[in-house]
T-cell receptor, first 114, second 112 residues
Framework: EAAVTQSPRNKVAVTGGKVTLSCNQT?????MYWYRQDTGHGLRLIHY???????EKGDIPDGYKASRPSQENFSLILELATPSQTSVYFC?????????????FGPGTRLLVL | QQKVQQSPESLIVPEGGMASLNCTSS?????YFWWYRQHSGKSPKMLM?????GEKEEGRFTVHLNKASLHTSLHIRDSQPSDSALYLC????????????FGLGTTLQVQP
């Protein structure tokens, strides 16, 4: 199964601070994704990428930036963190399109913004 | 409004019983469906996928798909306490590279 790792696993940040969440995959998948999961809202797509150097806006991109410097790495950046961004964040890779859209998720990062 | 709707929101079944979960897409353009399972405190993991009309069975798990109604269902027979989890349905559109639309999920509790 695809291996996706995330760091940090837990993070406490202050309002207005900068937060960077990192994701690494070792399966040479072209596509990578960032989601957040909140009770009552399910999994919501923040940003995604089709390959190194590309980033695309998902359904809820406001307040977030993304960076894909290499095939393996995809970062999510909160320039000015707010309490509303307290959530569990999942990175995923895969999704070659069509029947190969299976996404493989990392273990998640719990972010608390105080 | 959720484009992928799941029912019921929660379900309790006895150990050894049958659990039936439903998922319908209101987006007529979806072609493929996935079921993910997420244990408490863990990440979602793909359980089964179905792309064609009909039925697919893997062990105790069976999925059905009716493309005309864009309805899929997941059935778990001989349910075990370890099956207690959040079950997420996801759909994607042909040609829409890699984006999945997730439902809110069904929380299954299997009581010993």
């Amino acid at each position: 199964e695809a291996a996706v790792t995330q760091s940090p696993r837990n993070k406490v940040a202050v309002t207005g601070g900068k937060v960077t969440l990192s994701c690494n995959q070792t399966n040479n998948h072209n596509n990578m994704y960032w989601y957040r999961q909140d009770t009552g809202h399910g999994l919501r797509l923040i940003h995604y990428s089709y390959g190194a150097g590309s980033t695309e806006k998902g359904d809820i991109p406001d307040g977030y930036k993304a960076s894909r410097p290499s095939q393996e790495n995809f970062s999510l950046i909160l320039e000015l963190a707010t309490p509303s961004q307290t959530s569990v964040y999942f990175c995923a890779s895969g999704g070659l399109g069509g029947r190969q859209d299976t996404q493989y998720f990392g273990p998640g990062t719990r972010l608390l913004v105080l | 409004q959720q484009k992928v709707q799941q029912s019921p929101e929660s379900l309790i079944v006895p150990e050894g019983g049958m659990a039936s979960l439903n998922c319908t897409s209101s987006d007529r353009n979806v072609d493929y469906f996935w079921w993910y399972r997420q244990h408490s405190g863990k990440s979602p993991k793909m359980l089964m996928s179905i792309f064609s009309n009909g039925e697919k069975e893997e062990g105790r798990f069976t999925v059905h798909l009716n493309k005309a109604s864009l309805h899929t269902s997941l059935h778990i027979r001989d349910s075990q306490p370890s099956d207690s989890a959040l079950y997420l349905c996801a759909a994607s559109k042909a040609g829409n590279t890699g984006k999945l639309i997730f439902g809110l999920g069904t929380t299954l509790q299997v009581q010993p």
